[in-house]
T-cell receptor, first 114, second 114 residues
């Protein structure tokens, strides 16, 4: 089944404890992206990747890191999480970029930072 | 700046009736896609319908159709024969040009009443 998977689905952590949210797609998509969703703000892009080893900042990259060492995986890293990073996170992928392709979203990761 | 506006935070409709969700956007691009995504209580982001801006004909997917007015930069979603399973948050989105992201509206929460 073609899909985007994320792990974990739910995570409660404490301020400053490094964490990684994994994202994997099995559709051979070139493009992958991370969004965060907050009430009243819709979804905002954190980072994106047009291809392996190519990543760039989105609108809200502060406090996040990503890597794209292989096509199928695009982990989101929070080196020192803070409470303002409590949010619902989505990974998305598409064949190319979003300009002409449908974005396929993962199931979301709800992160709480205490 | 490219923006998406959904002016209806919440809407309600009776089962089997028709409802229209509004979306306006601002872009200087000429060729682009527009999307409606649905987010049910499960939080999954599901593509409902997409419209190619260079096409005159409005897109239709079963009970879902759009009214695309390019000059007015309006992209509304019509749901016919509403079903209880249509209860969800609906997001309008379009690609952010060179920034390689989807720009989302703040969403419309639709409740289908039995």
């Amino acid at each position: 089944e073609a899909q985007v998977t994320q792990n974990p689905r739910y995570l409660i952590t404490v301020t400053g404890k490094k964490l990684t949210v994994t994202c994997s797609q099995n559709m051979n998509h070139e493009y992958m992206s991370w969004y965060r969703q907050d009430p009243g703000l819709g979804l905002r892009q954190i980072y994106y990747s047009m291809n392996v080893e190519v990543t760039d900042k989105g609108d809200v990259p502060e406090g996040y890191k990503v890597s794209r060492k292989e096509k199928r995986n695009f982990p989101l890293i929070l080196e020192s999480p803070s409470p303002n990073q409590t949010s619902l996170y989505f990974c998305a992928s598409s064949i190319r970029g979003p300009a002409g392709d449908t974005q396929y979203f993962g199931p979301g990761t709800r992160l709480t930072v205490l | 700046a490219q923006t998406v506006t959904q002016s209806q935070p919440e809407m309600s409709v009776q089962e089997a009736e028709t409802v229209t969700l509004s979306c306006t956007y601002d872009t200087s691009e000429n060729n682009y896609y527009l999307f409606w995504y649905k987010q049910p209580p499960s939080r999954q982001m599901i593509l409902v319908i997409r419209q190619e801006a260079y096409k005159q004909q409005n897109a239709t997917e079963n009970r879902f159709s759009v009214n695309f007015q390019k000059a007015a930069k309006s992209f509304s979603l019509k749901i016919s024969d509403s079903q209880l399973g249509d209860t969800a948050m609906y997001f309008c989105a379009f690609p952010g040009g060179a920034t390689n992201k989807l720009i989302f509206g703040t969403g419309t929460l639709l409740a289908v009443q039995p």
